[in-house]
């Protein structure tokens, strides 16, 4: 399995925005563009969930908490999953992660702090 390098994330005020970008630098672009891929996160004490996932055929899908604020997109090419964040709230601090969905075990990498000050 792959693992996955996550960057983008820092301290942000209410409101701001982050990109956040995920490479699969060990994945050769033939298993990668048929992947769905997903972005995770997981603030302390609680479980990791899914925020955004985009399909080979970049069909999107986003949890109620982040709809209409973030988005997400890929890069064939560059092998490469982004994060878009905007409108950022201090509920959505937390480590971010990128993953294959569903997720894979042995491809999670070292995820990226975001935390957004109120």
């Known amino acids: 399995q792959v693992q996955l390098v996550e960057s983008g994330g820092g301290l942000v005020q209410a409101g701001g925005s982050l990109r956040l970008s995920c490479k699969a630098p060990r994945m050769i672009t033939s298993t990668f563009s048929p992947k769905t891929m997903a972005w995770y996160r997981q603030a302390p004490g609680s479980q990791r969930d899914m925020v955004a996932s985009i399909s080979p055929g970049r069909s999107t899908y986003y949890a109620d908490s982040v709809k209409g604020r973030f988005t997400i997109s890929r890069d064939n090419s560059k092998k490469m999953v982004y994060l878009q964040m905007n409108s950022l709230k201090s509920e959505d601090t937390a480590v971010y992660y990128c993953?294959?969905?569903?997720?894979?075990?042995?491809?999670w990498g070292q995820g990226t702090q975001v935390t957004v000050s109120s």
């Open positions: 993953n294959e969905f569903p997720f894979a075990d042995g491809s």
